[in-house]
C-alpha cells in the first residue's frame, strides 16, 4: 500500500485563504491502460480523456500514477507551460531529457571494504524535468512506476519553514508568530 500527500503552494493572492483537504479514496482515482500494458491512474488534472477527482487546485497541477512496463520504453506528453517532476516508488529506469536521477545512498561491502554507493534511479528517487512537451521512460527488468506531477509555475519568489510556505520572510516570521499566538489563518 502507498499514500501520498499533495501539498500546493498557492498564489500571493490566496496565502492566507482558509485550508482544505481532499481525502481520495484508490477506487476513485481513474485508470487508463494503453496497448503495451502501462497503466496511468489519474489522480489530479485530465489525461488521455480521463479527469481525477482531486480539484480546485490553484496551480492546476496534474498529478499522475504511472506504471510502465519491464523493458518498455514509453513517452508521455507534458504541457511546455508547466514544470514536472517524477517520483519514483518501484521498480527503476532510466528517464531522458531530465536532470541526472538522483538515488538513495546505499552501504555497500566491496572487498571486505564498507562503502557508500549512490544507487540508479529507482525506488525514492525524484527526477527532474528540463523544458519540453515530453518526458520518455525506459523501465528496468521489474518495470517502473511512479508519481508524474506538473503544474503551471507561480512565478512568485518563495520563502519557507517547515509547513509554511509565504512569499517574503517578513511574511513568513508574521505567520510563524501568529501560529504561536494561535491566531494563524482566522481572518
Known sequence: MHGFQLWANLPSSLKMTAPRYQDIKGADIPEV?????????VVCGDFWGK????????????YLDVFVPARKRKT????????????????????HAASQPIGVLSEKQVD??????????????????????????????????FLLVS????????????P?????????QQAVAELREGTFIER
Request: charged letters at 30%.
Open 33 to 41: 491502460i494503453d496497448d503495451d500494458g502501462t497503466r496511468v491512474r
Open 51 to 62: 479527469k481525477g477527482p482531486v480539484d480546485g487546485v490553484a496551480a492546476d497541477p496534474r
Open 76 to 95: 508521455l506528453k507534458v504541457e511546455v507551460e508547466r514544470h514536472a517532476f517524477a517520483y519514483v516508488f518501484e521498480g527503476d529506469g532510466t528517464f
Open 112 to 145: 571486505g571494504n564498507e562503502i557508500v554507493v549512490r544507487e540508479k534511479a529507482g525506488d525514492r528517487s525524484l527526477v527532474l524535468f528540463d523544458s519540453g512537451d515530453e518526458i520518455t521512460v525506459q523501465a528496468g527488468e521489474n518495470g517502473i512506476r
Open 151 to 162: 503544474g503551471k509555475p507561480i512565478q512568485e519568489p518563495v520563502a519557507w519553514y517547515g
Open 164 to 172: 509554511i510556505v509565504m512569499n517574503t520572510r517578513a511574511e513568513l
